[in-house]
T-cell receptor, first 112, second 106 residues
Framework: NAGVTQTPKFQVLKTGQSMTLQCAQD?????MSWYRQDPGMGLRLIHY???????DQGEVPNGYNVSRSTTEDFPLRLLSAAPSQTSVYFC???????????FGQGTRLTVV | GIQVEQSPPDLILQEGANSTLRCNFS?????LQWFHQNPWGQLINLFY???GTKQNGRLSATTVATERYSLLYISSSQTTDSGVYFC????????FGTGTRLLVSP
């Protein structure tokens, strides 16, 4: 099992550009979520999904879109990148039966 | 929403020393997890511990749900223990504390 795989690991964007951060898990987990981590802070929830076709907003959803067409994939879209979105992004998955969350390796995004 | 506070914010230890990290939360929770973020940024799940005590090698954790706190104990610390330790509560919508940054020097 690869666990939770995020791509890319690093990305530099210009202000106004759009991009998609990819997240895939091979553990057949129902729950998936996206977090951002800023210096000196814990992780903050952007969006989450409790299953294919179901998504909801977290604490800091503005500027981001998500969709969940399959159990395995949960991409995060930046519609028009802003310098305030410079951060490290983590994807996580959790199964309904087991409670532990598993995280991807993160994507370090810089918006200039 | 629920608030999660961790203390101390920073901790410096000599190799071999013991330490206790604390996590306070503002409301009752069904889920509490401890994570270690290593110096390369990887988040590793250490414990799922909504109540009671668990041990895994040199690490152990205790959660007293009625008093809304959890403790992470690290015994005989090693340089590889360095990093940031986070507690997080709730279920699929995890709420993280701001972490304890631990540096273990040889």
């Amino acid at each position: 099992n690869a666990g939770v795989t995020q791509t890319p690991k690093f990305q530099v964007l210009k202000t106004g550009q759009s991009m998609t951060l990819q997240c895939a898990q091979d553990m057949n987990h129902e729950y998936m979520s996206w977090y951002r981590q800023d210096p000196g802070m814990g992780l903050r929830l952007i969006h989450y999904s409790v299953g294919a076709g179901i998504t909801d907003q977290g604490e800091v959803p503005n500027g981001y879109n998500v969709s969940r067409s399959t159990t395995e994939d949960f991409p995060l879209r930046l519609l028009s990148a802003a310098p305030s979105q410079t951060s490290v992004y983590f994807c996580a998955s959790t199964s309904q039966g087991r409670i532990e969350a598993f995280f991807g390796q993160g994507t370090r995004l810089t918006v200039v | 929403g629920i608030q999660v506070e961790q203390s101390p914010p920073d901790l410096i230890l000599q190799e071999g020393a013991n330490s206790t990290l604390r996590c306070n939360f503002s409301d009752s929770v069904n889920n509490l997890q401890w994570f270690h973020q290593n110096p390369w940024g990887q988040l590793i799940n250490l414990f799922y511990i909504p109540s009671g005590t668990k041990q895994n090698g040199r690490l152990s954790a205790t959660t007293v749900a009625t008093e809304r706190y959890s403790l992470l104990y690290i015994s005989s610390s090693q340089t590889t223990d360095s990093g940031v330790y986070f507690c997080a509560v709730d279920f699929q919508k995890l709420v993280f504390g701001t972490g304890t940054r631990l540096l273990v020097s040889p």
